[in-house]
């Protein structure tokens, strides 16, 4: 449905509870501005209302988290009737029922699927812990510390997930606290990038690298395609030096690029995949699922776990993530992905132009770049007032993301069209 409802954005009651957060939330969480943020009441597949009744279209997935549309009925019975039953559990002591149907599940859909034998896994809340949780591995897997990442690589903001974060505004507050183990490298855009990065490969001190950490598609760096051929040269390049392959599918995972995982399309297996947000659809729930062989390098629990967290394997979360798996893997939501796909990619086609450099997307998940810096930034703005969600990306906001759920149509995705020529003059 189109946006309606859509007068003063934001209206009294945001800009009312806005002033509530401006006094008592650490002030670096919300961005505040006179025309931002608006506050959500509630929302259903495509749409999005909020504390003033205003309907908007959304093109965000909230972080990409609701592709199978938000309130999917199928998600909120499971979290539902998991919540009457058992609302908390004892994740490494007295586990819940759930967990180990999902640790089995997690294998079935990653390795056993790739035909590549059983996998292993560490739940984890939050994106990033699932990320720490794969460079700790790396660690007693390889017994190396150092981490190759990619320049606007973005893995989370923990102290260990900013060891491959890369993006300097968030690592240079807290430089002084990060082991300086990171080794940088380009994310290629072109087949010449590619040419480069295998020289950077050849370049590095292999001995002392005990994982790569690679987004198969970078996400919030700026819905960046590397070109085909990156990842097996990485997957070459780990097998020759004896270092881990981390995936970092957080944000692709789960048909956000077309197909379950972003790696597919290239039959490339990594040794670990971080999964996260639309894991459950809506439950803060995050997985590393690693190569058998590869995760038993933990010792075996003697009582005290190395590695684990009150929360681990919360049972709503793997109800939630149990259901949400069963959903992906019925046929439907791949088609569903694929006619959003096209929506996007020819509402986007022969876009670029004046300050608009370039279009690029995958499956769900596309965005253009502008020129300016703070663009993609200053249009999602814009956006808003005319009941668009949209996301900026990129290391200086210069891209306009659109992950959308997948639901949506293409008379929305033809909206979003309109306000963007609207906007952009393309
Ligand atoms: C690829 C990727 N990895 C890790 C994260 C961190 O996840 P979280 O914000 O849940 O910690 C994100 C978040 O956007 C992400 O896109």
Known sequence: MLPELITDVPGPESRRLAEELRAHESRNVTFLADDWPVFWERAEGTNVWDADGNRFLDFTAAFAVAGLGHGRAELVAAMGAQAGRLLHGMGDVHPVAAKARLCRRLSEVTFGRWGAGAGKTLLANSGFEAVEAALKTAVLATGRRGVAAFAGGYH?????????TGFEKFRAPFAAQLADVTRWLEYPRTEAGLAGV?????????????????????????????????????RAWCDTHGALLVFDEIYTGFHRTGTMFACEPEAVVPDVICLGKALSGGFPISACVGRAAVMDAWPESDGEALHTSTFLGHPV??????????????????????????????????????????????????GVEFEQPGAGAAIARKLLAEGILVLPAGQH??????????????????????????????
């Open 156 to 164: 989370g903001l923990g102290y260990g997930a900013l060891l491959p």
């Open 198 to 234: 295998q020289e950077e490969l050849d370049r590095l001190d292999a001995a002392a690298i005990g994982a790569v950490v690679v987004e198969p598609v970078q996400g919030r760096g700026g819905v960046v395609i590397p070109p085909a051929g990156f990842l097996a040269a990485l």
């Open 317 to 366: 979360g793997c109800a939630m993530a149990l259901e949400s798996i069963r959903l992906h893997e019925a046929p439907e939501t791949a088609a569903q992905v694929a006619a959003c796909a096209a929506h996007l990619e020819g509402m986007l086609a022969g876009r670029t132009g004046g300050g608009l450099t370039a279009v690029r997307g995958r499956g769900a998940m596309w």
């Open 397 to 426: 906001g210069e891209v306009l993301a659109f992950t959308p759920p997948f639901a949506a149509n293409a008379e929305e995705v033809q909206f979003l069209g309109e306000q963007l020529t609207r906007l952009t003059g393309r």
